[in-house]
């Protein structure tokens, strides 16, 4: 059973750096679609990356060139890296996976804040 916890956020400055990881404790999943997504007050949750088992990245484009999401099968850890945060940024943070052929993600972690101070 897939169990995600995610860590890494916390307050920062615009402009500074975040890195969140996200480890699968149930050790299963290396051959799944990993997510970061993002929810910030008032709003809907909006996808910010993903990668495939392959490698294979998707970026939102509010967050394309700043962000780097990553993963090291090894250790069933997807990473993502935020640099040149901005105030928009800040939110809850969720880490959630799927099967290669699934649309929905059904696996996801307790989420992470983040907090971006001007």
């Known amino acids: 059973q897939m169990q995600l916890v995610e860590s890494g956020g916390g307050l920062v400055q615009a402009g500074g750096s975040l890195r969140l990881s996200c480890v699968d404790s149930?050790?299963?999943?290396?051959?799944?679609?990993m997510g970061w997504f993002r929810q910030a007050p008032g709003k809907e949750r909006e996808l910010v990356a993903t990668?495939?088992?392959?490698?294979?990245?998707y970026y939102a484009d509010s967050v394309k060139v700043r962000f780097t999401i990553s993963r090291d099968n090894a250790k069933n850890t997807v990473y993502l890296q935020m640099n040149s945060l901005k105030l928009e940024d800040t939110a809850v943070y969720y880490c959630?996976?799927?099967?290669?052929?699934?649309?929905?993600?059904?696996?996801w972690g307790q989420g992470t804040q983040v907090t971006v101070s001007s």
């Open positions: 149930g050790r299963t999943a290396s051959s799944y679609v």
């Open positions: 990668i495939t088992s392959g490698g294979n990245t």
């Open positions: 959630a996976a799927r099967n290669p052929w699934a649309r929905t993600y059904d696996s």
